[in-house]
């Protein structure tokens, strides 16, 4: 689940993660009042109003702006709440920015230098550890960074038993060239933002830029935050943080439904059993010269009305020419599957335009073959993995 920025900031402080102050605002009074407050709060005169959309790179787009009065605020929020904010990271089309942060300036006037890095907290599935990534480039895209001078990113892994070493946050401080009050003030930081990474059970943090101020402080500035879905459970408080209007609608739908959908940008549609068939599926589907539409793992269960509310998730995407239903009957057998689809097809009718392709193997599919066979529908079967693969091909 992937957080705003002002959702990401909230969970960092609460962890004692130093973070630029802000507060949310859904128009532009809030935005004003927000100002005001700040300035009490913290003393700040100058403000910047920052677009809260789940993307990155809206400072390019236009959408962190300063403001140097509360009359600029006014005007800037103005421009910024309703926007249509197009970034690096957006669809072509943009974002509909309904909520915009009102953030103390903390780029202190005429500071001569202030030093912006980049560090994140992320997963290395490849080692089974946790990763400190950082870098003294902060404040552009560390994807160029990492394309033209790779030798100024830096790593520190962490084993997640043991947890974050005192002097691997000094090392992190030491790579980044400080020292003194700023080195120490580092170490706070990464500590702090790695326990956080732990305590919020997230899977992915991303702060850039962190500010390092002219007096030495360390401060968040951004925080691009994605939670892991699979421990939400023990986080009662977060699954109010989630927002739909961010999400692509039939995966809320299939989630609703408890069917695990991930849209994708191909034109053939998949329904199959079992997350691993399904990956395997989506490379036979490339190899053949497709692209899959989708990743859709039925589960165990797949009577006629699972696969119905599949297929109508799945045909929701215009770009869907051809469905490829892949299912091994082991616990379930392939006739049940089968009497399911021709079902669900029946009582679809006109809602299926396109040809369905399936193929069951495993107990009864040469049963379920023939009564696919015999219903006298626009579907075609297959046993071998590679032969409906072809069917697919021919039918696209
Ligand atoms: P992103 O473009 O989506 O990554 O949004 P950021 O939150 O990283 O903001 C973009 C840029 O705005 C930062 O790299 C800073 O240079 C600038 N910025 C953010 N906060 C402040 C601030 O308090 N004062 C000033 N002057 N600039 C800021
Ligand atoms: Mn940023």
């Not at 002002?6 to 609460?14: C, D, H, P, T, W």
């Not at 903390?106 to 202030?114: A, C, L, Q, R």
């Not at 068939?277 to 990743?295: C, E, R, V, Y």
Request: glycine share 10%; net charge negative; proline share 3%.
């Amino acid at each position: 689940m992937n957080l705003h920025e002002y959702q990401g900031k909230e969970i960092l402080a609460s962890f004692g993660v130093a973070t630029q102050k802000g507060i949310v605002a859904l128009n532009i009074d809030e935005a004003v009042a927000a100002a005001a407050q700040l300035t009490k709060d913290t003393g700040t005169s100058w403000h910047v109003i920052k677009a809260q959309i789940h993307a990155g790179g809206r400072g390019k787009g236009g959408g962190v702006k300063l403001a140097k009065s509360l009359e600029e605020v006014k005007t800037i929020s103005r421009d910024i709440i309703g926007m249509q904010l197009i970034t690096p990271q957006t669809p072509p089309e943009g974002k509909k920015v309904s909520k915009v942060l009102i953030a103390e300036d903390v780029y202190y006037p005429g500071d001569s230098e202030p030093k912006e890095f980049y560090v994140s907290v992320l997963l290395n599935r490849a080692s089974g550890k946790n990763m400190i990534m950082y870098s003294t480039e902060g404040g552009m895209d560390i994807e160029s960074v990492a394309e033209k001078t790779p030798e100024l990113i830096f790593t520190e892994e962490i084993d997640p038993g043991h947890g974050l070493q005192s002097f691997q946050a000094r090392n992190v401080a030491f790579n980044l060239g400080l020292s003194g009050f700023a080195f120490k003030e580092m170490v706070k930081f990464i500590t702090a933002l790695y326990n956080a990474y732990i305590g919020a059970d997230a899977s992915l943090f991303e702060i850039n830029p962190v500010l390092k101020t002219s007096d030495d402080k360390i401060i968040a500035v951004d925080a691009k935050i994605t939670l892991d879905d699979n421990a939400l459970f023990r986080h009662k408080d977060h699954e109010g943080l989630r927002d739909l209007t961010e999400e692509n609608p039939t995966e809320v739908e299939a989630r609703e439904v408890g069917l695990n959908y991930v849209a994708l940008e191909g034109n053939v549609g998949c329904m199959v059993n079992g997350a691993g068939l399904a990956m395997a599926t989506m490379d036979l589907i490339k190899q053949s010269g497709g692209a899959p539409a989708n990743f859709l793992d039925v589960g165990g269960t797949a009577d006629a009305a699972r696969v119905e509310t599949a297929f109508r998730l799945i045909l929701k995407d215009p770009k869907v020419a051809a469905i490829l239903v892949n299912i091994f009957g082991g616990i379930v057998r392939c006739d049940r599957v089968a009497q399911g689809i021709v079902d669900a097809y029946k009582n679809m009718g006109d809602a299926i335009n396109v040809p369905i392709i399936v193929r069951l193997q495993g107990t009864n599919a040469d049963i379920s073959k023939k009564l696919i066979d015999d219903s006298g529908l626009n579907v075609l079967s297959a046993i071998a993995f590679e032969e409906a693969a072809q069917i697919v091909k021919e039918a696209l």
